[in-house]
């Protein structure tokens, strides 16, 4: 609980510190959403208050900015973030087999976080990748052509990488 | 001797592992005790070659692909420093036939050069455009561009000189260039391989407009998916203002243009002109209505021009060689060049710049190589998930804006996605609707509401509940949906599911005959 409170304070430290940075630019609100989902990896809440009284906006326009936006969170996701395409392209290249084979091995559906806090899975509507389809991306990194033996590996790799860390 | 080996920064090549090849190549020289330039360069688009590595020799440019990792130490025992014979040998890559064929006006440079090196991309014409730009008063960019015959290449196809000079012709303090680089149709990559690939072409055209039609303010909207092209176009635009291509007094001429990259946020309707406006504001990108038009009433209410990515990378080359020089290339009303892009289901997919003409055929067969699968080609579908469904027996139709509009379909923004007889069109039908139902803003009441419906009709039509009523519905509603809604999405989404219907009767449970029919 503690720990929990601690990450809240600082979280609520860097958000009054990005706020500051970024509330004189002309349309602000984006590229301070963006600046807060960066640092903390969701756009929580708690923070609609303060960004509404620095940009003179009530905290229901910064509600339906922050949920109009796929790109932005209201929760905080899991330790990674599995978006596998779902747009024309990848389908042609077979991106349904793809989709349901994640969701059978994570047990999770879109928008969903696996149990142990892992992967959470997203759907993405393409990332310009479509002369090597299908597309899967983890956290940052783009993987194209990808079969579903490749995306177990994918996965593995993705939690070993959590087990050395 | 220094060997100047190049390796693709670009984010498809990134995709299948040009990390690790250009990590590996320089661990191998190391270990030979070579001396090695790993120049990050654009792709040259042929994607299923990447990762291709080339190596500068006497002789010219060599390269090898597809490369992996574990092909890198053979490589340097082939001695491919110096171009020699290696089972990926692709030989000199300007003699490659996939790339000589091609009309390179916008992509000259995209792979050529070091993407963030303002010295390369000088040293290989660039800037000569706004060179020329600044000795010609306003009017005369304008009619450039006008004469051109260069339309809006993200999908509308309006002349970009004549957007222009609507907005020179405005009387305002503060102007605005914004760069719609939301790039969200399937199929799609062009935007990215030139913001990724040859980034100082995009911001030599933007100075150009600015300088043409009096902004000291752009703004590049770009899509979130794209954080590779977010860093090469930051890193040039830092080079740029550095030596005095943007800032205050452009080359010494006295003009300003200042330019920023915002990030956009993951909505497809933002690459509408009106709604991206809204999201550079900081709002939700409701689709505005027109009139006023963004030239006259744009950004933050001043005076905008709004161009595509494409739009504003092909005018250094109009500015450099002139109009006359651009008109020369394409057919009938679509002059100049257009960067298709090869997607979906074919063997070669890529990025191949023509003049308007070439056929869908040749591009899918003589460019693409056929299906990847092996299997035949059932359908395309041109121009993002708003365009039409072509059939086999529309694969003759030449690439050009007009032709595309006689058949009920639309070119957009270049991109080709090709299926395999695999394809369930009824599904694709069902699929349009959805991503529609998605993506819709919810301004207006045929997108935001018609969306659902027409998937849940689509559902009716495929488990045959009420076949002949429902198939009637669903053209009821795309003629709601088309001639109602307030912008392109809701608009268009009829076009993939009426093609779909009409070319492909037979997955919706309908004869050919029976279309006739049920269409009375």
């Given at each position: 609980?503690?720990?929990?409170?601690?990450?809240?304070?600082?979280?609520?430290?860097?958000?009054?510190?990005?706020?500051?940075?970024?509330?004189?630019?002309?349309?602000?609100?984006?590229?301070?959403?963006?600046?807060?989902?960066?640092?903390?990896?969701?756009?929580?809440?708690?923070?609609?208050?303060?960004?509404?009284?620095?940009?003179?906006?009530?905290?229901?326009?910064?509600?339906?900015?922050?949920?109009?936006?796929?790109?932005?969170?209201?929760?905080?996701?899991?330790?990674?973030?599995?978006?596998?395409?779902?747009?024309?392209?990848?389908?042609?290249?077979?991106?349904?087999?793809?989709?349901?084979?994640?969701?059978?091995?994570?047990?999770?559906?879109?928008?969903?976080?696996?149990?142990?806090?892992?992967?959470?899975?997203?759907?993405?509507?393409?990332?310009?990748?479509?002369?090597?389809?299908?597309?899967?991306?983890?956290?940052?990194?783009?993987?194209?052509?990808?079969?579903?033996?490749?995306?177990?590996?994918?996965?593995?790799?993705?939690?070993?990488?959590?087990?050395?860390? | 001797?220094?060997?100047?080996?190049?390796?693709?920064?670009?984010?498809?090549?990134?995709?299948?592992?040009?990390?690790?090849?250009?990590?590996?190549?320089?661990?191998?020289?190391?270990?030979?005790?070579?001396?090695?330039?790993?120049?990050?360069?654009?792709?040259r688009?042929l994607?299923w070659m990447e990762t291709m590595v080339e190596v500068?020799?006497?002789?010219?440019r060599v390269a090898y692909g597809p490369v992996?990792?574990?092909?890198?130490?053979?490589l340097?025992?082939?001695?491919f420093?110096?171009g020699?014979p290696h089972a990926l040998s692709l030989g000199l890559t300007e003699e490659i036939e996939w790339l000589k064929?091609?009309?390179?006006?916008?992509?000259?440079?995209?792979?050529?050069?070091?993407?963030?090196?303002?010295?390369?991309?000088?040293?290989?014409?660039?800037?000569?455009?706004?060179?020329?730009?600044?000795?010609?008063?306003?009017?005369?960019?304008?009619?450039?561009?006008?004469?051109?015959?260069?339309?809006?290449?993200?999908?509308?196809?309006?002349?970009?000189?004549?957007?222009?000079?609507?907005?020179?012709?405005?009387?305002?303090?503060?102007?605005?260039?914004?760069?719609?680089?939301?790039?969200?149709?399937?199929?799609?990559?062009?935007?990215?391989?030139?913001?990724?690939?040859?980034?100082?072409?995009?911001?030599?055209?933007?100075?150009?407009?600015?300088?043409?039609?009096?902004?000291?303010?752009?703004?590049?909207?770009?899509?979130?998916?794209?954080?590779?092209?977010?860093?090469?176009?930051?890193?040039?635009?830092?080079?740029?203002?550095?030596?005095?291509?943007?800032?205050?007094?452009?080359?010494?001429?006295?003009?300003?243009?200042?330019?920023?990259?915002?990030?956009?946020?993951?909505?497809?309707?933002?690459?509408?002109?009106?709604?991206?406006?809204?999201?550079?504001?900081?709002?939700?990108?409701?689709?505005?209505?027109?009139?006023?038009?963004?030239?006259?009433?744009?950004?933050?209410?001043?005076?905008?021009?709004?161009?595509?990515?494409?739009?504003?990378?092909?005018?250094?080359?109009?500015?450099?060689?002139?109009?006359?020089?651009?008109?020369?290339?394409?057919?009938?009303?679509?002059?100049?060049?257009?960067?298709?892009?090869?997607?979906?289901?074919?063997?070669?997919?890529?990025?191949?710049?023509?003049?308007?003409?070439?056929?869908?055929?040749?591009?899918?067969?003589?460019?693409?190589?056929?299906?990847?699968?092996?299997?035949?080609?059932?359908?395309?579908?041109?121009?993002?998930?708003?365009?039409?469904?072509?059939?086999?027996?529309?694969?003759?139709?030449?690439?050009?804006?007009?032709?595309?509009?006689?058949?009920?379909?639309?070119?957009?923004?270049?991109?080709?996605?090709?299926?395999?007889?695999?394809?369930?069109?009824?599904?694709?039908?069902?699929?349009?609707?959805?991503?529609?139902?998605?993506?819709?803003?919810?301004?207006?009441?045929?997108?935001?509401?018609?969306?659902?419906?027409?998937?849940?009709?689509?559902?009716?039509?495929?488990?045959?509940?009420?076949?002949?009523?429902?198939?009637?519905?669903?053209?009821?509603?795309?003629?709601?949906?088309?001639?109602?809604?307030?912008?392109?999405?809701?608009?268009?989404?009829?076009?993939?599911?009426?093609?779909?219907?009409?070319?492909?009767?037979?997955?919706?449970?309908?004869?050919?005959?029976?279309?006739?029919?049920?269409?009375?």
């Amino acid at each position: 609980m503690s720990d929990l409170q601690t990450t809240h304070e600082i979280s609520a430290a860097v958000i009054d510190a990005l706020i500051a940075k970024h509330r004189q630019q002309p349309g602000a609100l984006l590229p301070l959403l963006h600046a807060i989902q960066d640092a903390v990896g969701y756009v929580p809440e708690y923070c609609y208050a303060s960004i509404s009284k620095a940009l003179s906006l009530s905290v229901a326009e910064v509600h339906g900015v922050v949920t109009f936006y796929h790109h932005f969170r209201t929760h905080k996701p899991g330790r990674h973030i599995m978006q596998i395409c779902r747009a024309e392209s990848c389908q042609a290249m077979g991106s349904e087999v793809l989709e349901a084979h994640a969701k059978s091995c994570l047990n999770v559906d879109y928008h969903q976080t696996t149990a142990d806090g892992a992967i959470t899975l997203e759907p993405v509507y393409c990332m310009g990748n479509c002369a090597l389809s299908p597309t899967v991306v983890i956290d940052d990194e783009i993987y194209g052509r990808v079969s579903p033996a490749e995306l177990d590996a994918l996965i593995t790799e993705a939690k070993v990488s959590e087990v050395k860390a | 001797m220094v060997t100047k080996v190049y390796i693709p920064r670009d984010s498809s090549a990134l995709a299948v592992g040009a990390e690790k090849v250009a990590v590996a190549v320089a661990v191998e020289a190391k270990i030979r005790g070579l001396d090695v330039e790993i120049i990050r360069n654009g792709s040259r688009g042929l994607y299923w070659m990447e990762t291709m590595v080339e190596v500068a020799t006497e002789q010219g440019r060599v390269a090898y692909g597809p490369v992996k990792v574990k092909d890198v130490a053979s490589l340097f025992d082939a001695d491919f420093m110096h171009g020699k014979p290696h089972a990926l040998s692709l030989g000199l890559t300007e003699e490659i036939e996939w790339l000589k064929k091609q009309q390179r006006l916008t992509f000259a440079r995209v792979g050529i050069t070091d993407p963030v090196s303002l010295e390369d991309y000088i040293a290989h014409d660039g800037y000569k455009g706004l060179k020329n730009a600044l000795k010609l008063s306003g009017a005369e960019i304008v009619k450039t561009v006008t004469d051109s015959g260069l339309r809006g290449r993200g999908g509308a196809a309006f002349p970009t000189g004549i957007k222009w000079n609507t907005v020179l012709g405005c009387e305002s303090e503060q102007k605005y260039i914004v760069c719609n680089a939301d790039e969200g149709d399937s199929g799609t990559y062009s935007d990215r391989m030139i913001m990724e690939g040859d980034p100082f072409v995009l911001i030599e055209g933007m100075t150009i407009a600015g300088v043409a039609v009096g902004a000291t303010q752009g703004y590049i909207y770009l899509r979130s998916e794209y954080p590779h092209a977010l860093v090469t176009l930051n890193e040039a635009i830092e080079a740029a203002n550095q030596a005095g291509y943007l800032g205050d007094n452009i080359l010494g001429s006295g003009k300003t243009f200042n330019l920023e990259v915002r990030r956009a946020a993951g909505a497809y309707v933002c690459g509408e002109e009106t709604s991206l406006l809204e999201s550079l504001e900081g709002k939700r990108g409701l689709v505005r209505f027109k009139p006023p038009l963004p030239a006259i009433e744009g950004l933050f209410g001043k005076p905008t021009v709004v161009n595509n990515v494409i739009s504003l990378a092909t005018v250094p080359i109009i500015l450099d060689k002139g109009a006359q020089f651009y008109a020369d290339y394409g057919m009938g009303r679509s002059r100049g060049t257009l960067p298709i892009q090869l997607a979906g289901n074919l063997k070669h997919g890529g990025l191949v710049e023509l003049a308007f003409g070439a056929t869908l055929r040749e591009l899918l067969y003589s460019y693409g190589g056929g299906s990847a699968s092996g299997k035949p080609i059932r359908a395309v579908q041109v121009g993002g998930p708003l365009g039409a469904y072509l059939p086999e027996s529309q694969f003759d139709t030449p690439l050009d804006y007009e032709e595309f509009a006689k058949l009920w379909a639309v070119l957009g923004h270049g991109g080709i996605v090709a299926f395999d007889d695999s394809v369930d069109m009824a599904k694709m039908a069902r699929y349009a609707f959805e991503f529609c139902a998605v993506e819709s803003c919810g301004k207006c009441t045929p997108c935001r509401i018609g969306s659902t419906r027409g998937m849940e009709v689509i559902d009716k039509i495929t488990s045959g509940k009420d076949h002949a009523k429902s198939i009637q519905l669903v053209r009821d509603l795309s003629d709601t949906m088309l001639n109602g809604s307030l912008c392109a999405l809701g608009g268009m989404t009829p076009y993939p599911v009426l093609s779909a219907l009409n070319h492909f009767p037979e997955d919706f449970g309908v004869s050919s005959a029976g279309l006739s029919s049920e269409a009375k």
